[in-house]
């Protein structure tokens, strides 16, 4: 008997190992306990990777397929991919195992010592889950100091004819939008733009069931699992991205980097969840948006926006992940050691942006990426957090984190810990960035106006403070080398007190 092994990030529809199935293969998946133990999960990721996992298998055994499934509840809870797999391979007589390559570096990594555990020979089969080969990436990457996403997004943009004139140049002239969109607070109060509701919710009880267990068998992990907010299915993930075009993709280009206090997902798509346990493909998503831009039923600043986000980010940060782990996860190129707040885990902190921004990942799983990046992500920058632990929060917290994912975003993207494998500066903002795009400041206890003092907004001195500890290492950086020129015009009095200001803060953080 020959074994598909089907890992739960992969739930992708026309799954190419199943083409060939015949009566001698049975399809496998693995619900396993210690893998969903190995960091604290938000207990609605897990509720939805094992809910979406049984929706799946269920699919699978309707088309016919002969399916061995391993819940969390069947078995010892110690028992693991090996044990499980050794168990089948005894009862099912399984002499092959086969699987696309994994999303993850360890979980790709540990299948030969796995196959040599089991004495059955594993093999791995390119997977279409994304749409750049992990070689085709690093055939473009090789020889480059810089990993530009703008050239990566402009070749494929141009390879797949996607969003591009006849004549083979960038649908309305421009490559990229952004002066139309990264509209702020204060355009948003003004102009007040209908935020449309996410699509009801059907009650399903195999989701109610994945909640029960995940709550049961890791009581400890953050969030509740019955709080789900998303579908578990295929079909559900393919409403919301039906929804999302007709409802909310017109307006996500202006909004995309708005914060607005008490509305978690504004005009953002949601779908990274779907996507990352393959309920959709990100072909789908490009071309649901593009054919609303042809049929006139989207702006071009939305689509090119939405478009950038999937076919430029997310494809390049999945291609990046692979062309430098195991690297990647041991860099530190700004010396970060300072351990993760007190309240990181619960948002107890008066800093208004931050706090919410948290307790939003524990509701919901859920920040959209200007949260992520902007606020916790600048927080943790600037407050030199040492980058495993920054890792290990961000893995920990969201719906659709994946190692793949959060790797080149929290490592490279937020904390420049990879000393610009691709971002060309850090992502540092102070207190006017967060009163800008956001309304967070109107509630806080500090002051975005005030410089000093225990009223004005941390993120004055936390902002300064990090340009005065790294100076050398940025001073001749082209994009920020002015900001470390304005710390060192600062008088020795001034630089004294900022550095004792921001200090004294993130001591009473700890
Ligand atoms: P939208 O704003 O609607 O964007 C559309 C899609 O674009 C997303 O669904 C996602 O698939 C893709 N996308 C956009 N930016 C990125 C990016 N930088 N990397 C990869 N894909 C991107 N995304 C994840 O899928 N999983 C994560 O664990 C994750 N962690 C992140 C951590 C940090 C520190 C940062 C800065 C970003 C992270 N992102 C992650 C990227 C991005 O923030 C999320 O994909 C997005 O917020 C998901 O919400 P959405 O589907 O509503 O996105």
Not at 154 to 165: D, P, Q
Not at 367 to 383: A, E
């Amino acid at each position: 008997m020959r074994l598909i092994w089907i890992l739960g990030d992969q739930l992708i529809p026309d799954h190419p190992l199943l083409k060939s199935a015949d009566r001698h293969t049975a399809v496998g998946m693995i619900e396993s306990a210690p893998r969903g133990s190995h960091l604290r999960y938000h207990q609605q990721k897990l509720t939805l990777l094992y809910a979406a996992m049984r929706h799946h298998a269920a699919s699978l055994k309707q088309a016919g397929h002969r399916v061995l499934y391993r819940r969390l509840t069947d078995g010892p809870r110690q028992d693991g991919y090996p044990e499980v797999l050794k168990r089948w391979i005894q009862e099912h007589k399984i002499t092959e195992i086969h699987l696309l390559d994994p999303n993850e570096y360890d979980t790709a990594q540990s299948l030969l010592a796995l196959s040599k555990k089991l004495n059955v020979p594993i093999r791995t089969h390119r997977s279409p889950q994304f749409l750049v080969p992990r070689d085709d990436f690093a055939a473009w990457g090789k020889g480059k100091k810089h990993l530009l996403m703008e050239a990566h997004y402009r070749r494929l943009r141009t390879e797949k004819n996607i969003l591009m004139t006849r004549k083979g140049q960038p649908e309305g002239g421009d490559w990229n939008l952004d002066d139309q969109n990264r509209r702020t607070f204060r355009e948003f109060a003004k102009e007040k733009p209908k935020i449309p509701p996410l699509p009801p919710l059907e009650k399903d009880p195999v989701v109610k069931e994945a909640a029960a267990d995940v709550s049961k068998l890791f009581p400890d992990h953050p969030g509740k699992a019955a709080d789900l907010w998303v579908p578990a299915t295929r079909e559900g993930a393919l409403e919301w991205l039906k929804h999302f075009v007709r409802a909310r993709l017109g307006q996500f280009g202006p909004w995309e980097d708005t914060m607005v206090e008490g509305e978690a997902v504004l005009f953002h798509s949601v779908l990274s969840p779907f996507l990352n346990l393959g309920l959709l493909t990100p072909q789908e998503c490009i071309q649901a948006a593009e054919k609303a831009y042809r049929e006139g039923k989207a702006p071009l600043n939305s689509v090119e926006g939405f478009i950038r986000q999937i076919l430029g980010w997310r494809e390049f940060i999945h291609g990046l992940y692979w062309l430098k782990m195991p690297e990647y996860k041991k860099v530190n190129f700004l010396g970060a050691e300072r351990p993760l707040p007190r309240w990181a885990y619960d948002g107890k902190t008066d800093m208004r942006c931050v706090s919410q921004a948290i307790t939003g990942a524990v509701d919901r799983a859920y920040n959209h990426h200007i949260q992520r990046l902007m606020v916790l992500g600048n927080y943790f920058l600037l407050g030199g957090y040492e980058p495993s632990a920054v890792l290990r929060w961000y893995t920990e917290m969201y719906l659709d984190a994946y190692d793949w994912v959060m790797v080149p975003n929290v490592l490279g993207m937020i904390l420049f810990a990879d000393g610009g494998w691709f971002a060309t500066k850090p992502y540092a903002a102070g207190a006017a960035y967060q009163e800008k795009m956001g309304n967070h400041c109107a509630s806080c206890r500090f002051d975005p106006k005030k410089k000093e003092g225990l009223d004005a907004c941390p993120f004055h001195s936390l902002y300064w403070n990090f340009y005065g500890q790294h100076a050398t290492k940025f001073r001749s950086n082209p994009r920020i080398g002015m900001m470390v020129a304005m710390w060192e015009k600062k008088s020795a009095a001034d630089k004294t007190r900022i550095r004792a200001e921001a200090e004294r803060f993130l001591k009473a953080q700890a």
